[in-house]
């Protein structure tokens, strides 16, 4: 499929903000088997500087510096993206994924790459809680994908979602005890799991098809940012798999950085200096097939009145 | 000057008595005793010196290196529980140096330039290709979780062949006689400036003894410091400009930060004077921006930029990481460097030596184990109760846990904590370094002894500082060598001749093409601005307090006439002066008026309360610490002073009024010393103008509302005497003022004096004739064409005293107030207290307060 995403972030502030620095992970590069057609990233007001460079994790990172007072700061990201090779890697019960899983856990010879999405990291800690909870589907000698396909279906039963539950630094710990949360605990939940039982699974942030196919349901996290999870399958590679939506991530996904954590890559984070009290946040997500007779949408979502961190 | 006592009956030889006290422990690893129980061989010729000199004379110069330290104001901070300011400490130093003969440490200096080459390697490694990660050398848990390890740092690299600039290795001797390391400090290593201060008293205090002992100089390493710092400018920069980021007057070595800044010749800048502006780093200073090509920070990596480290950080510069990365900059030591204090990595560097330098180290590391590795965790579990167990990590609040201290119960607590989280934890042997004798309490006592070596980069090689700091256990020989633990210090001497190279002769030639930074950085400017204001309201606040007493303590008792009158008068006008309301004013104001003792003592002692003489002092002396680079080392003789005196406040003693009365004549004695510095040794620049702006401003506002509160109103002839004769003690005109009007008491004399005399350094007219002269001045460094705004309130206010005539002013109206006199006082403050902004406003614009911004990863809908 070849998708057009247009990302539009906008920050309302109460007050001046002289100086806004931001770091943006919204730039669709050529992760994850997509090709990334074009792209554009529109900071309002003009930054007096700006650039891109690809981070430590790979991902496309751009840098801007607005220097001139403001009350509203608007980052558009568009890109236009082809993820038709991820269209055949919905099963993950084909070849290596047969595996018994115990022969997919990191060891001596694993690739540093792959091997630092295996220990802990800020946000997801291993612990002997997950892996009571991953080890019922995690049985002696089972095949990789399917104890992974039951795993990511039981978080999806045993989950609410629920965006009231948690915040952006909820614990991980504290997760598996409310049983609810939003796409980004969902994901934390299920590399905790993967990570516990010695396989490595990394962060994947970025978007899902907006419209779904007739008759079918829109999804959880279309219109928004998403997240989900990337596993290491050994020489299968890594894939993909959604927990919010109890399914892989294939060809209606569009990545846009992956991480350890939430914490290496959020879609955007800056410093501003003002003595601004609130901040209205907008973030809006379309992700549309390019098809010229395809309606466009473009629905808004707000944050109303969340304070700023001080 | 070594005065030898002439009775042999005061003798007593304090090295032999060391032996002696020595002797009874058996053999001891002592750095003073051999294996025999005799003195070191390199020790005779001091142990033949101290001889001479006597214990006595030892103690007296041990007092003397004491209040060497004080006026100097060696000091450092030990942080206060949470969000309490640190508690600041004079630096202990020993009379005693820690002595190393030449051989020994031609060895030593080989052993630290080796560490020093070998974690360069490393650190060039795990922020590059890391090898030793792929290849399993560094077990990857190890590095890849620490905090420390900061992958925003991957792949930043400074120009030259060394990345780690400075590098500092914790060395002891250990139980076979043998130097031994316990760790490094990579991030930015602290102490330098303190074995400099170290060399320099002991020189001072002892200079004879150091003259004939051939003890290796410290200068041309620090020489060589600069040349290493320079060197690691961005390319292209022909004379770099360095500044030093300090981590703010609350860090623990924040004096060592100023010291070092000014030692070096660089400005001592924080955080918030630096902005980034098109990919550069750029310092504000009030007369334009400029670029930076080199900072040397003092503060941890992570506090280095809100954006891409610690958003909580109000101490870095939001985007200096990226400014790194581009090589706009260089950081030194580059941030990444931290994760070489890793402790876990410092256990494995015998093996790392062998792996990338292909040899073995050159002195051991004392033995330790990382708990992330099964074997090693098991050897730690085993042997907690006889290991030191400490935090992987030195960002961890948590220091090294002496097991062998533990209770049971406490032991079980740890081994859970390990248990739950072993990449985090190290256990390491427990280390006896040999002893040293340390003068306490009048007598030679063996301690533990440390010494911090320090090597910089020399080109593709390293040099090291011959020496180093010296530091052992205080008071408690239990307890472990750290500052928070009251060590002391000494000053390390290396025994042997300099050899003065070519080389060093290029190196001054390098060292000295740094840009001198003419124009004032802005936070510097601002705080001498304060100072200025501080320094003018302590001393006036004295004075006014004195002009009180001595005037209550000519009270007839019992007098209900014009005495207590007056006396009534001025502790009304006290409040409304230092507005410390309620005081003599609000409620309950008749039983202070009737007892003023205990408010005025608050007024005098309480730091917690602005308006108070302590609140005054306390903040001056920050602004002081805030621009230790900006001022004359002499200044720390008078702050030391004052200080002291400060601290030594008893509430509760018994002759309160006697020591009150001494405590304010001794602060008058030191802020009077500090103005005669400010006039006499400080060079007329932009700092100095602020400096005095502030003065001016503080003065002028303090004579108004003096004049406006006591004699705005009218008074019977002998209270409006007394009065007069006050307000003229508490500006010091009070000889001038009898002088001239010697038979009469008249209000308008006094105002000529203290309001339109051009010639009294105390009056009105004269602050504001200063302070336009100042304003003048800073206006010629202005960026821009505009006048600055604090300029036509001034000349406002001018204009308004060349039209004042004092016998209108102290014209009474059939109410007994002075309408003119009120008039005038209250406009002169109301555009006093503009200026001070518009100064604000022109030259220092503060900065917005630093938020962080993060999107959530999902927005919820509106719940409309």
């Known amino acids: 499929m070849i998708y057009r995403i247009v990302h539009r972030t906008r920050y309302d502030y109460d007050a001046p903000v002289t100086v806004s620095v931001g770091e943006v992970r919204q730039l669709v590069t050529d992760l994850d088997g997509q090709r990334c057609i074009d792209r554009d990233l529109t900071v309002r007001p003009e930054p007096e500087h700006q650039r891109e460079r690809a981070d430590y994790f790979g991902n496309r990172v751009a840098l801007f510096s607005v220097r001139e007072p403001h009350t509203t700061l608007e980052v558009v990201a568009t890109a236009t993206v082809d993820t038709s090779a991820r269209a055949g890697s919905g099963a993950p019960v084909d070849g290596v994924a047969t595996e018994p899983w115990e022969r997919v856990t990191v060891g001596p010879g694993t690739d540093l790459e792959v091997l630092e999405y295996a220990i802990d990291s800020p946000l997801v800690v291993r ?184 | 000057m070594t005065n030898l006592p002439t009775s042999p009956a005061t003798i007593e030889d304090p090295t032999q008595a060391y032996i002696s006290d020595r002797a009874a422990a058996g053999a001891v690893n002592d750095e003073l005793i051999d294996r025999d129980g005799g003195l070191h061989s390199h020790w005779a010729p001091l142990a033949e010196a101290y001889r001479r000199l006597g214990s006595a004379e030892l103690r007296r110069r041990q007092d003397e290196i004491r209040i060497q330290v004080e006026r100097e104001g060696v000091s450092y901070n030990i942080p206060g529980p949470s969000a309490s300011p640190p508690a600041r400490r004079n630096w202990a130093l020993d009379p005693l140096p820690l002595v190393i003969p030449e051989d020994e440490w031609q060895a030593l200096e080989r052993g630290v330039a080796q560490r020093a080459e070998l974690l360069d390697a490393v650190l060039s490694d795990l922020h590059g290709p890391r090898r030793l990660l792929r290849d399993r050398i560094v077990p990857p848990a190890m590095v890849l979780s620490d905090a420390q390890y900061l992958r925003a740092a991957d792949g930043v690299t400074l120009p030259g062949p060394r990345q780690l600039v400075l590098a500092a290795t914790d060395l002891f001797r250990a139980a076979d006689g043998s130097w031994r390391s316990l760790g490094h400090r990579t991030q930015a290593p602290s102490g330098m400036a303190y074995a400099l201060d170290n060399r320099r008293v002991v020189a001072r205090v002892f200079p004879r003894l150091f003259r004939s002992s051939e003890v290796r100089r410290i200068g041309p390493f620090i020489r060589a410091y600069r040349t290493a710092i320079q060197a690691a400018s961005p390319p292209g920069r022909d004379s770099p400009t360095v500044v030093v980021l300090s981590a703010g007057s609350q860090s623990e070595t924040a004096y060592e930060h100023g010291a070092i800044a000014t030692r070096l010749g660089y400005p001592l800048v924080e955080g918030s004077d630096l902005r980034i502006r098109k990919g550069r780093v750029w310092l504000k200073t009030i007369s334009e921006q400029l670029p930076v090509d080199v900072i040397l920070r003092r503060l941890d990596a992570l506090s280095c930029d809100p954006l891409e480290l610690r958003p909580e950080s109000t101490l870095g510069v939001p985007g200096l990481v990226d400014a790194c990365r581009t090589g706009a900059v260089s950081v030194i030591n580059p941030l990444g460097a931290g994760v070489l ?63 062998t201290r533990l209770a049971g119960a406490e032991l079980d607590q740890l081994r859970r904590r390990i248990e739950a989280e072993p990449t985090e934890w190290v256990g390491q042997e427990r280390i006896e370094p040999a002893t040293s004798p340390v003068l306490i309490g009048g007598r030679l006592r063996p301690r533990a002894t440390m010494l911090r070596s320090f090597a910089v980069a020399d080109g593709d090689s390293y040099r090291v500082m011959p020496g180093g700091l010296a530091r052992t256990a205080g008071d408690d020989p239990d307890q472990p060598v750290a500052n928070r633990l009251g060590a002391r210090s000494k000053d390390a001497w290396v025994l042997g001749t300099d050899v003065d190279s070519l080389a060093d002769g290029e190196r001054i030639r390098i060292a000295g093409a740094a840009t001198t930074i003419a124009s004032t950085p802005a936070r510097a400017a601002e705080n001498l601005f304060w100072l200025g204001r501080y320094a003018e309201r302590a001393e006036a606040t004295v004075r006014l307090l004195r002009a009180v007493a001595q005037r209550r303590a000519d ?73 230790r680079d900006q001022l004359s080392v002499d200044t720390w003789l008078v702050v030391g002073s004052i200080q002291r005196r400060i601290e030594r406040l008893d509430p509760d003693d018994p002759e309160r009024d006697e020591a009150e009365a001494a405590l304010l004549d001794d602060l008058l004695h030191g802020l009077l010393s500090l103005s005669g510095l400010a006039t006499e040794s400080m060079v007329r620049d932009q700092g100095w103008h602020f400096m005095d702006a502030g003065r001016r401003i503080e003065r002028a506002l303090h004579v108004a509302a003096l004049v406006g509160e006591t004699v705005g109103s009218a008074n019977d002839f002998p209270t409006e005497g007394l009065l007069l004769e006050s307000v003229a003690a508490a500006t010091e005109s009070i000889v001038t003022y009898r002088r001239r009007y010697r038979w009469q008491a008249r209000t308008s004399a006094l105002l000529e004096l203290l309001i339109t005399d051009p010639g009294n350094p105390r009056s009105l007219r004269f602050q504001i004739d200063r302070l336009d002269d100042d304003l003048a001045h800073l206006r010629a460094s202005r960026p821009t064409a505009d006048a600055p705004s604090a300029t036509p309130l001034v000349l406002e206010l001018s204009r308004r005293l060349q039209d004042a005539d004092p016998d209108r002013l102290a014209a009474p109206d059939p109410d007994q107030r002075r309408p003119g006199l009120i008039d005038l006082t209250a406009t002169a403050r109301d555009l006093l207290r503009r200026a001070s902004d518009g100064v604000e406003a022109d030259y220092f614009t503060r900065q917005l307060p630093q938020q962080a911004v993060l999107a959530p990863v999902e927005v919820p809908r509106s719940r409309a």
């Open chain 1, 127 to 310: 612990s002997q809680d997950l892996v009571d909870y991953a080890r019922p589907s995690f049985s002696t000698g089972r095949p990789v994908g399917e104890a992974l396909v039951e795993l990511c279906s039981r978080i999806h039963a045993d989950f609410a979602f629920d965006p009231d539950a948690t915040e952006v630094d909820t614990p991980l710990e504290e997760v598996l005890v409310l049983r609810r949360g939003v796409c980004q605990d969902f994901a934390h939940v299920l590399i905790g799991c993967l990570r516990s039982l010695g396989l490595a699974a990394r962060y994947v942030s970025g978007y899902l098809e907006t419209d779904p196919p007739p008759g079918q349901e829109r999804l959880v996290g279309a219109d928004r940012t998403h997240a989900w999870v990337g596993v290491h399958l050994g020489a299968g590679g890594w894939f993909g798999i959604d927990p919010t939506n109890d399914q892989p991530a294939a060809a209606r996904y569009v990545t846009s950085a992956h991480g350890r954590d939430y914490g290496d890559v959020p879609p955007f984070k800056g410093v501003i200096f003002s003595e601004a009290e609130t901040s209205t946040l907008t973030v809006s997500v379309d992700v549309a097939p390019e098809d010229p007779d395809a309606e466009a949408s473009d629905t808004e979502t707000s944050d109303s009145e969340s304070p700023t961190s001080k």
């Open chain 2, 555 to 627: 009270l007839q008792p019992g007098s209900t006439g014009p005495d207590r009158e007056a006396v009534r008068h001025l502790l009304v006008a006290a409040t409304r002066i230092t507005g410390t309301w309620p005081g003599f004013v609000g409620d309950d104001a008749e039983a202070r008026l009737a007892e003023p003792g205990d408010e005025l003592r608050s007024l005098v002692i309480d730091p917690d309360r602005p308006g108070t003489v302590a609140h005054a002092v306390d903040r001056m002396l920050a602004a002081i610490e805030a621009v």
């Open chain 2, 341 to 403: 204090e890793n402790a876990a990595l410092t256990s494995i560097l015998p093996r790392l030596a062998r792996s990338v330098l292909g040899e073995d180290l050159a002195f051991a590391t004392a033995e330790a184990w990382w708990c992330g590795e099964a074997t090693a965790r098991s050897h730690v579990l085993a042997n907690l109760g006889r290991l030191v167990v400490r935090p992987r990590s030195r960002a961890s609040l948590v220091h090294s846990i002496d097991t």
